[in-house]
């Protein structure tokens, strides 16, 4: 069976500290994991995906995540956090066999203090 | 500009009636998608269509209907069957099953 799991509801870090949203994934199948990030009351914009490529993906907006096979895992990082970086952030597993495979995480949502 | 429109952004339904939200694609995707989106909730998938004139259900497709008629629109109705049907909608599109790429939503309400 496939999940995803965003371990934290609610992340909270202050203006220009580190980022670090997880997530982790259980697939039979090698799987496309995607970060996408959406702000309130809009619709959803890619940040970054991996597909079997390099581990370390970079995305928009200074965000990169690593894909860690052994602890099937698919964190998302960023260096210094910035005030639009408030957002709710989700993770994804995608499968290419069907649609209906397409799962994603509950989300985190993630606030910035001043 | 390419990209995916939903509309209207904001509509309201009364009881029994039922509602269409629109949504239309200028990507050339073969593929399209509806979500529901419910307060501090991930979405939930409705339906799905990975070519025109098939479409297919998905995880919460009761009280909901879909038309693939043409590539570029994936309109869904809301049917009075659906007793809960307050969410934020979101339409997608793919190639395939690479990449979605989603539009700005519909926040249905209830009067």
């Known amino acids: 069976a496939q999940s995803v799991t965003q371990l934290d509801s609610h992340v909270s870090v202050s203006e220009g500290t580190p980022v670090l949203l997880r997530c982790n994934y259980s697939s039979s199948y090698s799987p496309s994991l995607f970060w996408y990030v959406q702000h309130p009351n809009k619709g959803l914009q890619l940040l970054l995906k991996?597909?079997?490529?390099?581990?370390l993906v970079k995305g928009i907006n200074g965000f990169e995540a690593e894909f860690k096979k052994s602890e099937t895992s698919f964190h998302l990082t960023k260096p210094s956090a910035h005030m639009s970086d408030a957002a709710e952030y989700f993770c994804?597993?995608?499968?290419?066999?069907?649609?209906?495979?397409?799962?994603f995480g509950s989300g985190t949502r993630l606030s910035i203090r001043p | 500009d390419g990209g995916i429109t939903q509309s209207p952004k904001y509509l309201f339904r009364k009881e029994g009636q039922n509602v269409t939200l629109s949504c239309e694609q200028n990507?050339?995707?073969?593929?399209m998608y509806w979500y529901r989106q419910d307060p501090g909730q991930g979405l939930r998938l409705i339906y799905y269509s990975q070519i025109v004139n098939d479409f297919q259900k998905g995880d919460i497709a009761e009280g909901y209907s879909v038309s693939r008629e043409k590539k570029e629109s994936f309109p869904l109705t809301v049917t009075s069957a659906q007793k809960n049907p307050t969410a934020f909608y979101l339409c997608?599109?793919?190639?395939?099953?690479?990449?979605?790429?989603f539009g700005p939503g519909t926040r249905l309400l209830v009067l």
């Open positions: 991996y597909t079997s490529a390099a581990t």
């Open positions: 994804v597993v995608t499968l290419y066999s069907s649609a209906s495979k397409i799962i």
């Open positions: 990507l050339n995707h073969d593929a």
């Open positions: 997608a599109s793919s190639i395939a099953q690479e990449t979605q790429y």
